[in-house]
């Protein structure tokens, strides 16, 4: 069982920069992808950024602006933001997910981002 916690979000404006964390209860095996969706409010639950076998992939809209990164030392998986946009304003959640076994998937309880001047 894995135990996650998010951190970091709140209000900023237009341009600005967040730096998200999430924070697991135990280590991550390299058998685990880390992720981090958002859902806004009255849409679906959205990928946004994602590491899989030491490989970082994005969502179109946040290429070149979101960076995700993890420690492992730290078991720590983290979410920089920049040039941060309206659009962006969602609950943002932490996920590890095994690829190797359907019932472990783990998630967090979230946090709120919303940029608006």
């Known amino acids: 069982q894995v135990q996650l916690v998010e951190s970091g979000g709140g209000l900023v404006q237009p341009g600005g920069s967040l730096r998200l964390s999430c924070a697991a209860s135990?280590?991550?095996?390299?058998?685990?992808?880390m992720a981090w969706y958002r859902q806004a409010p009255g849409k679906a639950r959205e990928l946004v950024a994602i590491?899989?076998?030491?490989?970082?992939n994005y969502a179109g809209s946040v290429k070149g602006r979101f960076t995700i990164s993890s420690d492992s030392t730290k078991n720590t998986i983290d979410l920089q933001m920049n040039s941060l946009e309206p659009e962006d304003t969602a609950v943002y959640y932490c996920n590890v997910r095994s690829r190797f076994w359907a019932d472990r998937n783990y998630w967090g309880r979230g946090t709120q981002v919303t940029v608006s001047s």
């Open positions: 135990g280590s991550i095996s390299s058998d685990y992808n």
């Open positions: 590491i899989t076998t030491g490989v970082t």
